[in-house]
């Protein structure tokens, strides 16, 4: 299983990016998407999730109504639509696929989710 993230770079405040990943080697409809990010001397952190029928998603609270989650199961891609971007959002970023086919879950459970498979990452750096 191979997972690919594109689309970081550097912004100024405000900006906006879109990241992608692509995802080979497992029937991407069948799993939960998720999308994390490490900043600096920082731990990794939860950011968002998707179901795998797109049917519900889940942001976490210092992006909602800036960042939007979404994927094309017919490019086997997830993004991360990132909009009015702050400093502090700046990290290496990176998708992840749940362990589990068809789960069904919903709101803050996304969070705690076991995830298997991770990207290698891109960076997004916003400069103030």
């Known amino acids: 299983v191979q997972l690919v993230e594109s689309g970081g770079g550097l912004v100024q405040a405000g900006a906006s990016l879109r990241l992608s990943c692509v995802v080979s080697?497992?029937?991407?409809?069948?799993?939960?998407m998720g999308w994390f990010r490490q900043a600096p001397g920082k731990d990794r952190e939860f950011v968002a999730a998707?179901?795998?029928?797109?049917?519900?998603?889940y942001v976490i609270d210092s992006v909602k109504g800036r960042f939007t989650i979404s994927r094309d199961n017919a490019k086997n891609t997830v993004y991360l639509q990132m909009n009015s971007l702050k400093p502090e959002d700046t990290a290496v970023y990176y998708c992840?696929?749940?362990?589990?086919?068809?789960?069904?879950?919903?709101?803050?459970?996304?969070?705690?989710?076991?995830?298997?498979?991770w990207g290698q990452g891109t960076q997004v750096t916003v400069s103030s």
């Open positions: 080697g497992r029937t991407f409809s069948d799993y939960v």
């Open positions: 998707i179901s795998w029928s797109a049917g519900n998603s």
């Open positions: 992840a696929t749940d362990k589990t086919q068809y789960r069904v879950v919903g709101g803050p459970e996304f969070k705690l989710m076991e995830y298997d498979y």
